[in-house]
């Protein structure tokens, strides 16, 4: 079965060591750091699913952990702090955290706030996936209609001809006509160098 993994970040040894009781008990990995340089190390070579930061801790507190956690990884967060003011609150959904848990905290309040968090990280990054192929998607049609009218103008081909042609040479090289198209452009755009900087010494 397939273990959730948990960064445990907080500088008391007590709170991480009863908290990964907990957590272990509940069925999730536990990877523990004991300040925020080490919670963003942890993160970068652990890949958690989930990091609960304490908010005061040496070194590095958890605001800034996250940020490093944001910067290099994937990892989503949530805080753990001993305060539930909501200045606090709004500082934390700004940087991005998923939640929050106030101490002291138990098992019973603890494993229900993990589990919103790990299937609102889940909603995030298919959203997030979904941006990226349609980027990708949008970038290679881009490709291919301009590569389309590189060979309609050189060979005066019509538009379905001229799709036929960059069809029929990614099947020759047993690729995908967007790999075919996106090669055929950064060509094109590489020949129209020198005709910039000429216009450019000329002018």
């Given at each position: 079965?397939?273990?959730?993994?948990?960064?445990?970040?907080?500088?008391d040894?007590?709170?991480?060591?009863?908290?990964?009781?907990?957590?272990?008990?509940?069925?999730y990995?536990?990877?523990?750091?004991?300040?925020g340089?080490?919670?963003?190390?942890?993160?970068?070579?652990?890949?958690?699913?989930?990091?609960?930061?304490?908010?005061?801790?040496?070194?590095?507190?958890?605001?800034?952990?996250?940020?490093?956690?944001?910067?290099?990884?994937?990892t989503?967060?949530?805080?753990?702090?001993?305060?539930?003011?909501?200045?606090?609150?709004?500082?934390?959904?700004?940087?991005?955290?998923?939640g929050?848990?106030?101490?002291?905290?138990?098992?019973?309040?603890?494993?229900?706030?993990?589990?919103?968090?790990?299937?609102?990280?889940?909603?995030?990054?298919?959203?997030?996936?979904?941006?990226?192929?349609?980027?990708?998607?949008?970038?290679?049609?881009?490709?291919?209609?301009?590569?389309?009218?590189?060979?309609?103008?050189?060979?005066?081909?019509?538009?379905?001809?001229?799709?036929?042609?960059?069809?029929?040479?990614?099947?020759?090289?047993r690729?995908?006509?967007?790999?075919?198209?996106?090669?055929?452009?950064?060509?094109?755009?590489?020949?129209?160098?020198?005709?910039?900087?000429?216009?450019?010494?000329?002018?």
């Amino acid at each position: 079965m397939f273990e959730i993994k948990i960064l445990l970040a907080d500088d008391d040894r007590v709170i991480v060591s009863t908290m990964s009781d907990d957590l272990i008990a509940a069925g999730y990995q536990v990877v523990s750091a004991y300040n925020g340089k080490e919670a963003v190390e942890k993160c970068q070579t652990e890949s958690p699913d989930l990091a609960i930061l304490d908010v005061r801790m040496p070194i590095m507190d958890g605001i800034e952990a996250s940020a490093g956690i944001k910067d290099t990884t994937d990892t989503p967060f949530i805080f753990l702090t001993a305060y539930s003011d909501k200045s606090f609150i709004d500082k934390a959904v700004e940087i991005g955290a998923l939640g929050y848990l106030i101490k002291p905290v138990s098992a019973e309040r603890m494993i229900p706030v993990i589990e919103t968090a790990l299937a609102r990280a889940k909603d995030l990054k298919e959203i997030t996936d979904t941006n990226k192929n349609l980027l990708h998607a949008m970038e290679s049609r881009r490709d291919i209609d301009i590569a389309m009218g590189l060979v309609m103008e050189r060979y005066n081909l019509s538009r379905q001809q001229s799709f036929e042609v960059i069809r029929q040479l990614a099947r020759s090289e047993r690729t995908k006509v967007e790999n075919v198209a996106s090669r055929m452009v950064e060509a094109a755009e590489t020949l129209a160098m020198p005709q910039a900087i000429l216009t450019k010494i000329s002018s």
